[in-house]
């Protein structure tokens, strides 16, 4: 793609691409693993954590019911959110100005730091109000450095190739999947090898400690990968200010694009094992076995679907998979609701997995295609961060408060339907002002 367009409105204008720095494929390769395997670990972290909410919920946020016990577990998580869109304007800007390489590496050593109060720390029945509020400012620490995880290494990605940019960015996703299938089996084996008095004891920490010995692997890699940002793209830049001033309106069509996808990660991936238990009153290793195959399906189908949109268009992919998650969520709660079961179970989550590989394809690269090279990394980072903050890190507490409120375990549906619809609208102006002109 050039990057002039005289007929394009401001929206189109700002979609500026770099030539392509790299030819050679081995470090295109530890590039890919370098970029994502920050990514993997802090969603690892992530669903360990709303996997085991139910054991967290007992040994951090005792009440006298469980209900209120797993809101405050979740609405730990959901306020941590709040801080990534912080982390995205303070790393993305540091990636804007000193490099995408070394913003990535500040972000994992905050990871690895969060990760390892979580391995560590007592409970509520030993150090009382501290274990929670140690919870908070661990789960905290991860949400800043993961704002601006995302935006750096989507920059990073995005910025090797002009033809291959969906392909590319598709890795970040990947990766959530691979790591979404290792949380997956952690739990799953877990929960089928230890009593429930072993987990609650130490079980629980297990995925966090494995997250611990991934966390060195990474930091060798990144150190080890070259940079993309030029001096002298960097030398003058304001991101922060720049973004603010002049790309909010990219900020917000971001997000909103964003909304389908994210509420469905964290609805149907990492809360489905809390909804098989509490709604569905199935055994937990059912909710973990049918999230190992639904990250299995991200894990290997969103690179082929970055690869089909580089070919095919973005935008038409993006809405072909929110249609048929507007179309097909409420008749699968029902189903699920009248007839829940193990099978049934995995043929939702099967559907789910394929239609948010689609939407994953491309998304890195659309989310990329908003932003100028000078304020990428921000840009992404901040956009991708209020999305999330907005349909994701609140959504399991969301949809256990629905479902408390209305008595009606299918209620999340029209949550995920309202997001569906929004997104839609979204991908449309996208289409309009930026895909058909890539």
């Known amino acids: 793609m050039t990057s002039r367009f005289h007929d394009l409105t401001p929206m189109q204008s700002i979609v500026t691409e770099r030539p392509a720095v790299r030819r050679d494929n081995r470090p295109l390769k530890r590039l890919i693993v370098a970029s994502s395997i920050g990514n993997a670990l802090e969603w690892f972290d992530f669903a360990a954590y709303g996997f085991f909410a139910v054991t967290l919920s007992k040994l951090f946020f005792p009440t006298h019911d469980d209900t209120v016990s797993l809101l405050l577990t979740f609405g730990t998580f959901g306020i941590s959110y709040v801080f990534r869109p912080l982390g995205a304007l303070v790393l993305g800007r540091y990636a804007d100005r000193r490099g995408r390489k070394s913003a990535l590496l500040t972000a994992l050593w905050l990871t690895t730091i969060g990760t390892l109060i979580c391995a560590l720390i007592p409970t509520y029945a030993t150090i009382g109000l501290a274990a929670p509020v140690g919870l908070m400012l661990a789960r905290v620490l991860i949400a800043f450095s993961t704002g ?8 990073l990605m995005i910025e090797q190739s002009s033809a291959r940019k969906s392909f590319l960015g598709s890795w970040q996703f990947s990766s959530q999947g691979m790591a979404t299938v290792l949380a997956s089996f952690a739990g799953l084996a877990l929960s089928t090898q230890l009593t429930s008095a072993r987990i609650e004891t130490w079980g629980w920490r297990m995925p966090f400690v494995f997250g611990l010995l991934v966390a060195p692997v990474g930091l060798y890699i990144r150190r080890h990968i070259d940079d993309t940002l030029q001096p002298s793209e960097a030398k003058h830049a304001a991101p922060v ?16 694009i964003m909304a389908v ?13 809390t909804y098989a238990v509490k709604q569905l009153h199935l055994p937990a290793s059912t909710g973990f076995a049918a999230t190992v195959l639904t990250g299995a399906i991200l894990m290997v189908f969103t690179p082929l679907m970055g690869h089909l949109a580089d070919r095919y268009g973005r ?4 809405t072909l998979s929110a249609l048929v998650t507007l179309l097909t969520i409420y008749p699968c709660f029902r189903w699920l609701i009248d007839a829940p079961s193990f099978g049934v179970l995995m043929t939702i989550m099967v559907l789910a997995g394929a239609l948010k ?4 394809g491309p998304l890195a690269a659309v989310l990329s295609s908003l932003f100028p090279t000078t ?37 999340p549906a029209f949550y995920l339907m309202g997001c569906a619809v929004l997104s839609l609208g979204c991908i449309g102006i996208y289409h309009r002002f930026v895909d058909k002109h890539l």
């Open 148 to 155: 601006g995880e995302f935006g750096s290494g989507t920059a």
């Open 241 to 256: 200010r720049d973004l603010l001033a002049r790309h909010l309106g990219r900020v917000a069509l971001a997000a909103g």
């Open 261 to 273: 996808s994210t509420a469905a990660s964290y609805l149907m991936i990492l809360y489905m094992p």
């Open 315 to 318: 935008s038409r992919m993006m």
């Open 357 to 360: 590989a689609i939407y994953f």
């Open 375 to 411: 304020v990428r990394s921000t840009g992404l980072g901040f956009s991708y961060n209020i999305g999330v903050m907005a349909f994701g890190g609140f959504t399991p507490w969301l949809v256990t408060a629905m479902i408390g409120w209305t008595h009606d375990p299918v209620s």
